[in-house]
């Protein structure tokens, strides 16, 4: 039955799908869905039902390696299952094939009646609809769940970020404040809603403050990684973006390189969505830019918009001192820098970004692995000179465009 269903046309397979059950179901009604909630197989896997594949009907499977939980991946294609549920009996076709907006799935619910069926499609989307142990990321037109990405978060902690005196407090104190102040904005009808900048070459710290942000504060976190799509336009991308926000509000939405997301096509519809023409009551809307003159002043310089812009930038030689003796309490006797060692260091490496002075440690560590008879001290130091010479091989030449 499966391989007579994909054999039709793209535009009929749907159809043919239907028919094929009407013929070879007992089912008394037939519920056919594309929601993304409805993950059976997920539901499956939590012990909460059971999907046995029917006779004469071999099931599809296709297996991925997940090197961050060290173990394969297994997802059904194609399939046509017996279900067990509550004490019922359901069948459950799954058809996915591939047309001109890319992949598409679609299940077929068999059930003796239009209640069942329903009640079976709510439980399964009611209880894949909260996340668990992910966070919310849109690319590619279309919100996922990433377990990596919230592995990342929960593992970022503040008093691990080294910055500037103050800018940690300030930052941690701003967002608390307008999530604990949520009756004082209603008591004078202000809309209950924030939007912060950080502003900063790369490498200083950004990220790691966003996800340090959240995994203390304990709010749903949404982000933005692109608005680009090859079957949807980016207006459909931002209404999607803020209508899912504001069904998880309050929360927290991450619009990572906003420079990048937003560019003179789409801002006004942005513009039109940040401002709240519907509500974003309980929405901080936090950007990050490496390039802040590449904004529109209608985003950066409208104080309703991006309250407050926060600048991360190049560490200065405390802060470089204490992520380096931050680095060298991780390891014991050779691999340590010499106190001299480290001022010294923390003194030679002017224009480096945290990401830079993470790389300089890193490339001595290796050095050392293969000449241990070398101090550390030397080896860091040789190592500072070759960098430098990389940046400055990276940078552009007078005269030459800087890349876009």
Known sequence: MLLDILRNPVTSIPYAALAALKQHSRAGFLLETADSDFNWQKYAGAGLCECVPKRDHPEQALYSWWPAGDRARRATMNGYFDVRWNGRA??????????????????????????????????????????????FVY????????????????????????????????????????????????????????????????????????????????????????????????????????EQARESAPCVLVLEDIDA????????????????????????????????????????DRPSRFDRKYHFDLPAEPERAAYLRWWNRQFDGALRLTDGGLDAVAGATAGFSFAYLKELALAATMAWVNRPEVPMDELMAAHVVLLREQMASARPQPGTPAAP
């Open 90 to 135: 359901l069948e459950l076709l799954q058809i996915q094939y591939e047309s001109a907006c890319g992949y598409n799935t679609r299940v077929w619910i068999g059930a003796e009646d239009e209640a069942a069926a329903q009640a079976f499609f709510a439980a399964v989307c009611r209880w894949n609809a909260p996340v668990r142990d992910e966070v």
């Open 139 to 242: 690319q590619e037109g279309s919100w996922t769940k990433d377990a990596d990405l919230y592995r990342s978060i929960q593992s970022s902690r503040l008093d691990g970020l080294i910055l500037p005196p103050g800018l940690k407090d300030a930052i941690r104190a701003d967002v608390a404040a307008f999530f604990e102040a949520r009756d004082r904005y209603r008591q004078f009808n202000v809309p209950w809603k924030r939007g912060l900048i950080l502003i900063g070459p790369p490498g200083n710290g950004k990220t790691h403050m966003i996800q340090a942000l959240i995994n203390d504060l304990k709010k749903p976190c949404l982000y933005v990684k692109s608005l680009k799509s090859r079957y949807q336009n980016e207006d459909l991308s931002i209404r999607e973006v803020f």
């Open 261 to 300: 997301l937003i560019d003179g096509e789409n801002r006004s519809f942005f513009l039109n969505e940040l401002d709240g023409f519907r509500k974003n009551d309980g929405l901080l809307t936090i950007a990050t830019t490496n390039h802040p003159e590449r904004l529109d002043p209608a985003i950066v």
